[in-house]
């Protein structure tokens, strides 16, 4: 009956829209990351150092975070007879996120003119944090765009494709 198959292949679409589209920022893969952080500062008054460490503070703080990486989903659409293609945009760092309670403060020394402030310690932790995902940006946007490929085609052969078209952008 005809109208029996396209009953089943509407079925079918309407499926593979629900499940793939809702999905719009696809998470592939996690970096865990520890990181031990060392800070000093001298003050100095007209290029000169204060003496006995009256301007000098120091840091060192640990702490651990992890990377998300992942594609954006940027279209679906059934191919022929049983086949789907999928486009996903290049692979990217989604988030990174510090583990709150693994931040360890160690050792503090504040200078008596050079004094640390409440949020001197959140500062260093947010760019040691963003110099950390500079350095991985790339190693995460592959990782991401080959996870991806690899959990959606998986996905969708098991869903009754047969063939499966996933390209990065």
Do not use: W
Request: hydrophobic share 40%; with cysteine.
């Amino acid at each position: 009956n005809p109208l029996t198959i396209g009953s089943q292949k509407e079925t079918r679409s309407m499926l593979l829209l629900e499940r793939v589209e809702e999905v719009r920022a696809l998470a592939t893969v996690r970096f865990h990351y520890q990181e031990i952080l060392e800070h000093s500062d001298i003050l100095d008054v007209a290029g000169l150092e204060l003496p006995f460490g009256l301007g000098e503070k120091k840091l060192l703080i640990s702490y651990r975070a992890y990377l998300n990486g992942g594609c954006d989903l940027l279209s679906v659409e059934e191919t022929g007879e049983n086949g789907v293609s999928v486009v996903l945009g290049k692979g990217r760092v989604m988030d990174n996120v510090l583990v709150l309670d693994s931040l360890r403060i160690y050792d503090v020394q504040n200078g008596l003119f050079n004094r640390f402030e409440i949020d001197d310690d959140t500062k260093l932790v947010d760019a040691d944090m963003k110099r950390y995902e500079e350095e991985v940006r790339a190693e995460v946007a592959e990782a991401a765009e080959t996870n991806a490929k690899q959990m959606l085609e998986g996905f969708l052969l098991s869903l009754g494709y047969d063939a499966v078209s996933v390209t990065v952008r």
